[in-house]
């Protein structure tokens, strides 16, 4: 079983910085995927940001430029970096991890999910 527990959301005003971090415990052999997740009021949970093992990086093109999502694999921790936020990012942002555990069984687990708001 492999808990994540997320940190960092709140409140921050337009053009704003927020940083979202989100640590794996639980008998974790190797993490692969790690991921951001959003989901606004009435719309669809949808990818922010995904870093794989080997670090490379894909993002939605609404935060492309203004968001980055990076590792500590040492930690199984993932974290995201929000510059110049607007508030359409505002949502609630929950990580995912996707692994395999020291058993040798594959893992894939959510945080619980955290808010962040955009307002002036």
Same mark, same amino acid.
């Given at each position: 079983?492999?808990q994540?527990?997320?940190?960092?959301?709140?409140?921050?005003?337009?053009?704003?910085?927020?940083?979202l971090?989100?640590?794996?415990?639980?008998?974790?052999?190797?993490?692969?995927?790690?991921?951001?997740?959003? $989901?606004?009021?009435?719309? +669809?949970? =949808?990818?922010? &940001? *995904?870093?794989?093992?080997? /670090?490379?990086?894909?993002?939605?093109?609404?935060?492309?430029?203004?968001?980055?999502?990076s590792?500590?694999?040492a930690?199984?921790?993932?974290?995201? $970096?929000?510059?110049?936020v +607007?508030? =359409?990012?505002? &949502? *609630?942002?929950?990580c995912? /991890?996707?692994?395999?555990?020291?058993?040798?069984?594959?893992?894939?687990?959510?945080?619980?999910?955290?808010?962040?708001?955009?307002?002036?």
């Amino acid at each position: 079983q492999v808990q994540l527990v997320e940190s960092g959301g709140g409140l921050v005003q337009p053009g704003g910085s927020l940083k979202l971090s989100c640590a794996a415990s639980g008998r974790i052999s190797v993490v692969d995927a790690m991921g951001w997740y959003r $989901q606004a009021p009435g719309k +669809q949970r =949808e990818l922010v &940001a *995904v870093v794989a093992s080997d /670090e490379s990086a894909e993002y939605a093109d609404s935060v492309k430029g203004r968001f980055t999502i990076s590792r500590d694999s040492a930690k199984n921790t993932v974290l995201l $970096q929000m510059n110049s936020v +607007q508030p =359409e990012d505002t &949502a *609630v942002y929950s990580c995912n /991890e996707k692994g395999q555990l020291s058993s040798g069984s594959f893992f894939a687990s959510w945080g619980q999910g955290t808010q962040v708001t955009v307002s002036s």
